[in-house]
Nanobody
Framework: EEKLVESGGGLVQAGGSLRLSCTASGFTFENYAIGWFRRAPGKEREGVLCISRAERSTYYKDSVKGRFTVSYDNAGNTMYLQMNSLKPEDSAIYYC?????????????????????????WGQGTQVTVSS
């Protein structure tokens, strides 16, 4: 079965760090745009960090620039989101997604656009809670 599985969420104090993993099962990230999204309580899902399919250019949501980074393993089927200097407002369920057709601009789209464009693979989500 082809799917994405996230892991690595948890509870951390403000200023701390977490690393999330997203593992593709049954496929690799080659030829896919990939991204991390999150949904905070009472808010719609938003794009946090995305990587374009061809150029591997990266989009960062303004509020995470300088704090969040992405990396991959050599096999090309696991993506990591390193989150440093975490803030309470980073608390959310974090999802990874992969899509053959999504463009970098689609990372910053509205909730409806995100769900419309990013529709090949979604992970089940992992909870990140940052205490103040």
């Amino acid at each position: 079965e082809e799917k994405l599985v996230e892991s690595g969420g948890g509870l951390v104090q403000a200023g701390g760090s977490l690393r999330l993993s997203c593992t593709a099962s049954g496929f690799t990230f080659e030829n896919y745009a990939i991204g991390w999204f999150r949904r905070a309580p009472g808010k719609e899902r938003e794009g946090v960090l995305c990587i374009s399919r061809a150029e591997r250019s990266t989009y960062y949501k303004d509020s995470v620039k300088g704090r969040f980074t992405v990396s991959y393993d050599n096999a090309g089927n696991t993506m990591y989101l390193q989150m440093n200097s975490l803030k309470p407002e980073d608390s959310a369920i974090y999802y990874c997604a992969a899509d053959r057709s999504a463009l970098l601009d689609d990372c910053a789209g509205s909730y409806n656009r995100i769900l419309q464009i990013w529709n090949d693979y979604w992970g089940q989500g992992t909870q990140v809670t940052v205490s103040s």
